[in-house]
């Protein structure tokens, strides 16, 4: 483990106004007036509140008081201790109905401080919605977690009251808001708790939010607030919803060789996610501290340092670390000889790449649709095409299916080569499609091309598209438009080429059409 350790760390190292009114800026300092009469005014209000008076006898008792925001927030900071929050409270909505007066962010805050103080969680929930619907639209995204972090210890409050923000924000879905002013809280010495964190992740999931999710989770492990049952299970929802959970199981059981719990496939898809963004050292220093807490699996953290450097190109380091994981007890596995594959055959190194393909097999370990898949492509792209047709044709004796890129990249270089039968292509489309295979634009254009080399039109192919809401590009139909005019369907290509026209698509065959007519 220690070693592994190093081995993570080394990795790290070397990748390393609510209206002008209520918008109130942070430079503002409570204005408590010297005014000796503001002084008596702001007792008498202090104590009205105290013993309970209705606020008819309230208005009618300060009704010759004009309030502002000096004798406001000398109330509120007066009655700022548990025993008076219920009178500070009904003092903020006793105020707020008085003419002349409107509520700025300011005195919301002091309120909101006040109410969480004492408990009085509720009411504070309700002032704090209102102030973050008050401030959409017309005040910074910061201005309320601003003015609650100036006036923290004036008002001698708790940390919970920035929970309750958050989760404020989350229940009114402004999830991107909510996930700044976490970050932002942070910078500012205060972290959430896992209840505000789990809220946040539980609505943006259902909000079908899932970028967001996985920053979340990602932003959490970062300033190690770890997850809990709660936690895992709305990542797993996430999973779910994006159609990934599966993917990232198999994953799993190629690498450890047998199911993981949720936690692990958790913690391995936000690793995933990380490295294929190519932000490697962050996605280290993620994986070191999941080992420190066991969140991850050794075989499983080897495989993915492996995975990580091949993705950058450097493949005498991942072969480096594989040999220590097979020194250290670990067994290969088959997700890091797919890895190796891949980095071989984007080289051209294709002898190395069959060469690990056979070892691999002798090892018991079974290729699976990625193997395939970059062989495939590895062959196709340097220039050996039959090899290519040969992997393919394995893979589907195998009930496997190819990518769409694997599949377009072969038969496109048959073609090329001059090896390729439309016939033959056509055949293992039809049966590949019969397997759930969703070919594109560019695989039709290679059988269009195709048959055209053998003097066959296929117009089909077109139907065939639009009925699969594919578009058909300029390429294609200028295949089409030449192999009508070459075979003298010259009304046939005219009307090919009208239809192109009218998709919005720029010709580049019209001398075809200049020809014709000085034929003609």
């Known amino acids: 483990m220690a070693l592994l350790r190093q081995r993570v760390q080394l990795l790290v190292s070397a990748s390393v106004n609510m209206f002008s009114q209520l918008h109130v800026p942070i430079s503002h300092s409570l204005t408590i007036s010297t005014e000796p009469k503001s002084d008596l005014h702001v007792n008498a209000i202090c104590d009205s509140f105290r013993r309970g008076l209705s606020w008819d006898r309230l208005s009618k008792q300060f009704n010759s008081v004009e309030l502002n925001n000096s004798i406001v927030e000398k109330v509120l900071l007066e009655l700022k201790e548990p025993i008076d929050a219920k009178g500070a409270l009904g003092f903020f909505h006793w105020s707020a109905q008085t003419k002349y007066y409107q509520h700025n962010i300011w005195s919301y805050c002091i309120t909101i401080h006040i109410l969480v103080r004492a408990r009085l969680l509720i009411d504070a929930r309700v002032l704090i919605e209102s102030v973050l619907k008050k401030c959409v639209g017309v005040a910074s995204k910061f201005s309320v977690v601003d003015s609650l972090l100036a006036i923290y210890k004036v008002v001698v409050s708790t940390p919970l009251v920035f929970d309750l923000l958050v989760q404020a924000y989350a229940k009114l879905r402004m999830f991107e808001v909510a996930f700044d002013v976490c970050c932002y809280l942070e910078e500012n010495g205060f972290s959430l708790s896992l209840i505000s964190f789990n809220t946040l992740l539980h609505v943006a999931e259902k909000s079908d939010k899932n970028y967001l999710v996985w920053s979340i989770y990602e932003h959490m492990l970062q300033k190690r607030r770890y997850p809990n049952e709660v936690t895992i299970r709305t990542l797993i929802n996430a999973l779910c919803k994006e159609g990934k959970l599966q993917i ?15 936690s692990v496939i958790v913690n391995t898809s936000l690793l995933f996610r990380i490295i294929e963004e190519e932000r490697i050292e962050e996605g280290m220093v993620l994986l070191k501290r999941m080992l420190q807490k066991s969140m991850i699996l050794d075989t499983i953290a080897y495989t993915l340092i492996v995975y990580a450097k091949v993705n950058l190109g450097n493949l ?9 994981m097979l020194n250290r007890g670990f067994t290969s596995n088959s997700f890091v000889y797919t890895s190796f594959i891949g980095a071989y055959c984007r080289e051209g190194n294709i002898e190395k790449a069959n060469c690990l393909m056979q070892e691999m097999e002798k090892a018991g370990l079974k290729p699976y649709d990625e193997t395939y898949n970059v062989l495939i492509e590895g062959c196709a792209k340097a220039h050996r095409a039959e090899e290519s047709l040969s992997f393919c044709e394995k893979m589907m004796e195998r009930g496997l299916v190819p990518s769409c890129s694997a599949f377009n990249e072969m038969i496109g270089k048959l073609y090329e080569a001059g090896t390729g039968d439309a016939e ?43 009925n699969y809401s594919l578009v058909p590009d300029v390429d294609i139909y200028q295949l089409l438009i030449i192999s009508n005019f070459e075979k003298g369907n010259k009304k046939r290509a005219i009307q090919l080429y009208e239809d192109m026209v009218s998709q919005g698509l720029k010709p580049t065959c019209s001398f075809f059409f200049g020809a014709t007519m000085e034929n003609d």
């Open 424 to 466: 033959q292509a056509n055949v293992l489309l039809t049966l590949l499609l019969d397997k759930g295979f969703l070919p594109n634009e560019t695989t039709y254009s290679h059988l269009i091309a195709g048959f055209a080399k053998q003097g066959k039109i296929q117009e089909k192919y077109l139907r065939i598209m639009k």
């Open 248 to 262: 990232y199981v198999d994953k799993l059981d190629r690498i450890h060789g047998k199911r993981c719990s949720p």
């Open 316 to 324: 005498e380091y991942a072969l480096e670390v594989y040999e220590e």
